[in-house]
T-cell receptor, first 116, second 113 residues
Framework: GAVVSQHPSRVICKSGTSVKIECRSL??????MFWYRQFPKKSLMLMAT?????????EQGVEKDKFLINHASLTLSTLTVTSAHPEDSSFYIC????????????FGPGTRLLVL | AQSVTQLGSHVSVSEGALVLLRCNYS??????LFWYVQYPNQGLQLLLK??????LVKGINGFEAEFKKSETSFHLTKPSAHMSDAAEYFC???????????FGKGTRLSVIA
């Protein structure tokens, strides 16, 4: 089946620093990638949708200047948390869609971010 | 706007017992419906999906779900729970092929020996 990887799987950083999370579709080309955030014991909250080569579309309430998303190729998207603060600590999950409907959407294993 | 409601944030069953996880949705159009499973510190794995056709959908690991339009439900069932089924389960809906998935809040399934 289609595989989506994320790197790193866990990251700890100091408050005020920036952290970059990579999401790769390993065996397919992803025309669309999604970034979700999951709070403890909560559901996944869609942060943004990105299409290769174009600007990401952010959901209401998500700061686009804080959460920078780049979808430079059909197999790579990055999420950069800029000037991270403890409240940004969370589980970030990316998802890649192969080009069909939502049934072709595959999820990465997630990245646990802890901001001290 | 579409939404997903999962009744019960935590369900506990005995090993070998029936598993029933409830999901109701609201959507203005016939939606695509999904169930995902998440093991601790892992991403989501697709269990099964309904797009069109047969309303009873079979998935992996012995799970199945039935789309009931009149009840706007898509409950997940498994006849006999196994210890390895303990995980978080998410119901998700997409009203069309091009919109992102909307997730329910999840139901944590515990299986007691």
């Amino acid at each position: 089946g289609a595989v989506v990887s994320q790197h790193p799987s866990r990251v700890i950083c100091k408050s005020g620093t920036s952290v970059k999370i990579e999401c790769r579709s390993l065996d397919f080309q992803a025309t669309t990638m999604f970034w979700y955030r999951q709070f403890p014991k909560k559901s996944l909250m869609l942060m943004a949708t990105s299409n290769e080569g174009s600007k990401a579309t952010y959901e209401q309430g998500v700061e686009k200047d804080k959460f920078l998303i780049n979808h430079a190729s059909l197999t790579l998207s990055t999420l950069t948390v800029t000037s991270a603060h403890p409240e940004d600590s969370s589980f970030y999950i990316c998802s890649a869609r192969e080009g069909g409907g939502p049934e072709t959407q595959y999820f990465g294993p997630g990245t646990r971010l802890l901001v001290l | 706007a579409q939404s997903v409601t999962q009744l019960g944030s935590h369900v506990s069953v005995s090993e070998g017992a029936l598993v029933l996880l409830r999901c109701n949705y609201s959507s203005s159009v016939p939606p695509y419906l999904f169930w995902y499973v998440q093991y601790p510190n892992q991403g989501l794995q697709l269990l099964l999906k309904y797009t069109t056709g047969a309303t009873l959908v079979k998935g992996i690991n012995g799970f199945e779900a039935e789309f009931k339009k009149s009840e706007t439900s898509f409950h997940l069932t498994k006849p006999s729970a196994h210890m390895s089924d303990a995980a978080e389960y998410f119901c998700a809906v997409s009203p069309s092929g091009n919109t992102p998935l909307v997730f329910g809040k999840g139901t944590r399934l515990s299986v007691i020996a």
